[in-house]
């Protein structure tokens, strides 16, 4: 592990927008400036990462507090989270294993919608939960109406605490996360910064279970960063268990492998990930086959949904796509997607010095996971939590990051208007401010999607790389 102590790249020199905001309290960090024995970036990191989790926390507060409002209220206040309305009708109420086959607890109960990395999680969390409020009869429980079990008191507070609960492992998840992010370029450790500070953390973070899978992927970044393929195919298997997008970071690795003729690297991080991937999967497969099998069934068949060009398509030409359509066909845009990634990173870089032709792991898994939820059928507000780890260590420029999240806040505000029926005209029809909102957020990606594919193949534009032909040059 690096000495955090070792000379590194301080943002006030590095990046022109933390140049400029330094002037304020003095300007650059000068020539004979000293860092501070104690405060070091990985622990100004931590404590930036907790206050910006800590805010998201009082975000979310006023629909835990609030008794009485209407779900329009708490989609004009931008305070929803999906973890308290699944307590109950997910079975968390009585503490049920999600991939149970008991015939009353699937009659009672829907199966969770979620791969098995966050079903784990849940039922993990509930018996936190349970434990922290005195563990309730769950057996008298399984006597009550599911109706009458939802509108109990004990229940609502029950809630709360599950909320607070998963938010303090949500946490613990950022912390880490940002600091494998810093860790991955030793000489960089502030570009995490632009995680540890990033507004969509801060609105996203406590929407649904993403965090898993986000800090999975830091830790195959860092992993990576350290050249341990084994390592990294485990914590992308792991990912993939939580989230399917995870799973496309190997396309990554391959392009890398390719160029840099590492075979055994690429096969040894495919087999970690499917081994662990599999590993994973085995207990709610043999504890419930077809409960395990929901999720790819509630996928397949879910239409255009939230935050989707589908969406917009949709309804701005009155098409009625079906779901067999939009699968096929954003499937085979995918796979276009992913062809033009291949070849960008099978091209990039040729031509100049060894150390900057080969594009980073970063920046190859953005541009496959941008691809992906672009023509993904569904984007909810928290899916930008998937891009985040590799968007601040592909183009760690301040100027990028802030034009690419500011569409994604766009983004989050007019989803929830567009949920609670604000953004409807007052004449009838469409919300075309709905679109406004969705096409902004596509503009941006786009926009950080170009800059990433020009450091690639202008890699003196790359931050990473000026820095890496610098300490080559001393």
């Known amino acids: 592990m690096a000495d955090e102590r070792a000379p590194h790249v301080h943002p006030t020199l590095d990046d022109p927008v933390v140049t400029g905001l330094s002037e304020v309290v003095g300007g650059p960090m000068g020539t004979r400036a000293r860092p501070h024995r104690w405060w ?39 305070c929803y989270t999906d973890l308290k309305p699944l307590y109950v009708p997910r079975g968390m109420v009585e503490h049920a294993w999600p991939y149970s086959d008991d015939a009353q607890t699937r009659a009672r109960y829907e199966v969770m919608e979620y791969p098995v990395g966050i ?91 993403d965090m898993i899978a986000v800090a999975l992927v830091a830790g195959a970044l860092w992993s990576w960063s350290r050249d341990r393929p084994g ?47 599999l590993l994973a999967n085995a207990p709610g497969y043999l504890t419930g086959p077809e409960a395990w099998k929901h999720f790819w069934e509630f996928n397949s068949e879910r239409a255009a949904d939230l ?3 589908w969406l917009v398509i949709d309804q701005a030409g009155d098409v009625g796509f079906s779901a067999h359509t939009i699968n096929l066909w954003s499937w085979i845009l995918f796979g276009a997607w992913c062809l033009g990634v291949f070849v960008i990173g099978m091209t990039a870089g040729r031509g100049v010095r060894p150390e900057a032709a080969v594009p980073r792991l970063a920046q190859l898994g ?46 989050f505000c007019t989803v929830w208007w567009y949920l609670g029926g604000y953004l409807q005209p007052s004449g009838g029809g469409d919300a075309g401010f709905y679109w406004l909102g969705i096409a902004i957020r596509v503009l941006g990606e786009l926009y950080l999607a170009a800059v990433i594919v020009r450091d690639m193949y202008r890699p003196h534009h790359d931050p990473v790389v000026a820095q890496e032909r610098v300490a080559a040059s001393r």
Not at 49 to 62: D, S
Not at 169 to 193: E, I, K, M, N, T
Not at 369 to 381: A, D, I
């Open 366 to 411: 953005y541009l496959v996971v941008v691809g992906f939820l672009l023509v993904n059928k569904v984007y909810s507000p928290q899916y930008v939590l998937w891009l985040l780890p590799l968007a601040v260590l592909a183009r760690p420029r301040w100027r990028d990051q802030i034009v690419w999240q500011a569409s994604e806040v766009v983004y």
């Open 40 to 78: 070091t970036p990985l622990r100004v990191l931590l404590l930036l990462t907790a206050c910006t989790f800590a805010l998201g926390l009082v975000q979310k507060a006023p629909c835990s507090v609030a008794e009485g409002k209407d779900q329009n209220w708490v989609y004009s206040h931008m």
């Open 231 to 277: 390592l990294t195919g485990v914590l992308i298997g792991l990912g993939t268990a939580a989230k399917l997008y995870p799973l496309f970071l190997l396309g990554g690795l391959l392009v890398i492998c390719l160029r840099q003729r590492r075979y055994a690297a690429f096969a040894l991080a495919t087999v970690t990930a499917v081994a662990a991937w």
């Open 119 to 209: 079903s784990y999680w849940a039922w993990g969390t509930a018996w936190v939960t349970h434990w922290l409020t005195g563990s309730p009869d769950v057996e008298e429980r399984g006597r009550q109406p599911v109706a009458d079990l939802a509108a109990a008191p004990d229940v609502d507070d029950e809630q709360n605490v599950f909320l607070l609960v998963n938010a303090l492992g949500f946490a613990a998840l950022a912390l880490v996360a940002v600091a494998l992010l810093s860790r991955a370029h030793p000489v960089r450790p502030w570009d995490a910064a632009a995680f540890a500070l990033s507004p969509t953390l801060l609105l996203t973070g406590l929407i649904n279970w």
């Open 307 to 309: 935050g989707s060009v």
